[in-house]
């Protein structure tokens, strides 16, 4: 069964640092998210992205959060300046049509020290 | 106005009882409402879902009842299994044919016990 991978499945950074998650998502989905759950709590929508563009994105996903799908397959969350806060699981998420049928990667567990 | 929340927060069911997991809204906006699962250690993923045209919808052990003039719906699981413990999570979008985002509730831990 087809899957999202991430990588990398943890990642320590300082907190000021600069940090690149990266997605593969499933070759022949079309919509690309990013979603992240701080431990315990519930998961929040970040981003989507359809077509090379930004299609919505939430409150979280501020100036210091970027997406880029660079090479055609893979899909990256860039975190400029990492604050404590930030620390959380962050799931790639791909569908076919919008909304419906998402696959969640096994996310990658980012924390900032 | 964008939240869902759910209830109960944790759930602990005897093996072969009925696990009952509920969820409000209130954005009359929504019109599609998943159902997802997730284990420690992955990411969530698609149980079961449903749109407000039809009250229930079944995938085997699975069901969702949804109400839509009290803006509520819920999933069951019968014959509850231990391999059914997991986190629970409800979700709700607006679909309008773009990549809209899901708002997810806060989560069921249930635990089936042997």
């Known amino acids: 069964e087809p899957e999202v991978t991430q990588t990398p499945s943890h990642q320590v950074t300082q907190m000021g640092q600069e940090v690149i998650l990266r997605c593969v998502p499933i070759s022949n989905h079309l919509y690309f998210y990013w979603y992240r759950q701080i431990l315990g709590q519930k998961v929040e929508f970040l981003v989507s992205f359809y077509n090379n563009e930004i299609s919505e994105k939430s409150e979280i996903f501020d100036d210091q959060f970027s997406v880029e799908r660079p090479d055609g397959s893979n899909f990256t969350l860039k975190i400029r300046s990492t604050k404590l806060e930030d620390s959380a699981m962050y799931f790639c998420?791909?569908?076919?049509?919008?909304?419906?049928?998402?696959?969640f990667g096994s996310g990658t567990r980012l924390t900032v020290v | 106005q964008q939240q869902v929340k759910q209830s109960p927060q944790s759930l602990i069911v005897q093996k072969g009882g009925i696990s009952i997991i509920n969820c409000a809204y209130e954005n009359t906006a929504f019109d599609y409402f998943p159902w997802y699962q997730q284990f420690p250690g992955k990411g969530p993923a698609l149980l079961i879902a449903?749109?407000?045209?039809?009250s229930e919808k079944k995938e085997g052990r699975f069901t969702i009842s949804f109400n839509k003039s009290a803006k509520q719906f819920s999933l069951h699981i019968m014959d509850s299994q231990p391999g059914d413990s997991a986190t629970y999570f409800c979700?709700?979008?607006?679909?309008?044919?773009?990549?809209?985002?899901?708002?997810f509730g806060k989560g069921t831990h249930l635990i089936i016990q042997p």
């Open positions: 998420a791909s569908s076919v049509e919008g909304s419906h049928g998402y696959t």
């Open positions: 449903i749109r407000p045209d039809v």
């Open positions: 979700a709700a979008s607006m679909t309008g044919g773009g990549a809209d985002g899901l708002t």
